[in-house]
């Protein structure tokens, strides 16, 4: 065994020991240091920043893109945002303890299905060192130990916000080892995590296709599987033009860098020559370039925007950029067909005043989850009232969608009896 190899393993059986110390834990010892590590990370910014400057002017110097620059850099105002969703963790239920059901068998024993802890959870996430504060948050809260493995782009940023956290949690009288960080940067470091079954309870991987693809391939540690977000934006034949321009602006525009984020439009043919024209207007003063269809090449005829052929890649890509592909269809059941090919199934929305559309179109689309009238932005446990999230889900067992605090959690049956044996 390496030395690496070694390393990992002592810490990932620190962490199971204070996974064992964190389910005994009460509601009040969780959120004191909840709110310890929140109140330091505001307290110890300039340290943050100084770190992650070091991780953005790297990045900027490796020639990585805008976006990704973007996902990577903290500010004094971002950290105080990732501060206060670990306030707002700390105002929401534990799940610890919830029974599911409960129930007396007709012998007069009493089951009780009871939330517990997962455990050890480990993550593998890139260039996002928000995701470091967001797991071991939702993971503290929800009584678990967390494994976290960053990328080497944000290597100074995480360290600088684990040790941060650590120190929180031994002034509030908690176990440092429930937040610790895989050491090593090559990608042995993550093969160890991934094949460390019987150590770590479940593997939670964050970041691009290939990152989760190579996940779930080949690791022997349970996954749940979080998504790409190739995201579409349906425009009816009976929307509302205003409100439609205002989605889509959103959803594609608000922030590229994320996987909420609109990747395609599609355009009834019915209302094309009424929305298009605003449409495109509010595109090109967002800057953001069209990749489009041959009968949206012709409507765009004269339009201020950027619009270009659209392709297969087009037709798949995420594109963390203010690029969007664009097409006509004909018929509603065109605009779920072409969303059934190229989903990924993370978010889709309809812009329409139509309930017999809204209605086809919720039943037909199977994605993590449907938005109407509303902005594909809005797919985040944040905005539903999860507080930070550690994920959005794609798959379709144990959790989907925004994962919060019930989806780090597991269930046991708690059996209670007055002498009861079976004969």
């Keep these: ?9 002592q ?6 020991e204070a996974a064992y110390l964190l389910r005994r834990l009460t509601r009040k010892d969780k959120d004191e240091a909840l709110l310890r590590m929140a109140d330091a990370l505001v307290a110890n910014t300039a340290q943050i920043t100084s770190a992650n400057a070091g991780d953005v002017e790297r990045a900027r110097e490796s020639g990585t893109s805008d976006a990704i620059v ?13 501060a206060d969703a670990l306030r707002a963790v700390i105002g929401l239920p534990d799940p610890v303890g919830e029974v599911i059901r409960g129930y007396t068998l007709p012998n007069g024993l009493q089951v009780r299905q009871v939330r517990v802890p997962l455990g050890v959870v480990g993550m593998i996430y890139e260039a996002r060192p928000n995701v470091t504060v967001d797991a071991a948050g939702l993971c503290l809260k929800s009584g678990n130990a967390a494994l976290l493995r960053g990328s080497s782009s944000a290597r100074e940023s995480n360290a600088a916000l684990v040790k941060v956290m650590r120190d929180a949690l031994e002034q509030a009288g908690v176990t440092a080892d429930a937040i610790q ?6 990608h042995e470091s993550v093969n160890h995590l991934m094949k460390a079954r019987g150590l770590v309870d479940v593997l939670i991987p964050r970041g691009g296709e290939s990152l989760i693809r190579n996940v779930v391939d080949n690791s022997t540690v349970p996954v749940i599987e979080t998504g790409v977000g190739n995201c579409h934006v349906y425009i009816d034949k009976d929307a509302d033009v205003e409100m439609a321009v205002r989605i889509l602006l959103n959803s594609k525009s608000q922030r590229v860098s994320v996987c909420n984020a609109a990747e395609t439009v599609l355009v009834h043919r019915d209302i094309a020559d009424a929305f298009l024209p605003r449409a495109l207007d509010a595109l090109a003063a967002a800057g953001v370039t069209v990749h489009a269809d041959e009968r949206f090449v012709l409507k765009a005829t004269g339009s201020p925007a950027s619009v270009v052929p ?16 664009a097409g006509i269809v004909d018929t509603i059941d065109d605009a779920i067909t072409h969303i059934r090919r190229w989903s990924s199934g993370h978010t889709e ?3 329409s005043d139509s309930q017999s559309a809204i209605a086809e179109f919720t039943a037909a689309i ?19 009232g999860f507080g930070a999230e550690i994920g959005i889900s794609t798959q379709k067992l144990h959790a989907r ?23």
């Design 11 to 16: 810490i990932a059986l620190r962490a199971r």
């Design 181 to 186: 960080l895989v050491p090593g940067e090559s």
């Design 310 to 325: 659209v392709t297969d890649e087009d037709w798949g890509a995420e594109y963390y950029s203010l690029d969007i592909a």
């Design 366 to 384: 199977d994605s993590a989850a449907i938005m109407v009238n509303a902005s594909t932005r809005f797919t985040d446990g944040g905005e539903f």
């Design 70 to 82: 973007d996902r990577l850099t903290l500010t004094a105002d971002r950290i105080a945002g990732i």
């Design 349 to 351: 929305a309809i812009v």
């Design 1 to 9: 065994m390496t030395s690496e190899a070694q390393e990992f393993r």
């Design 401 to 423: 969608g925004p994962m919060a605090l019930p989806e780090l959690t597991t269930t046991t049956y708690v059996v209670t009896g007055e002498g009861h044996v079976r004969g």
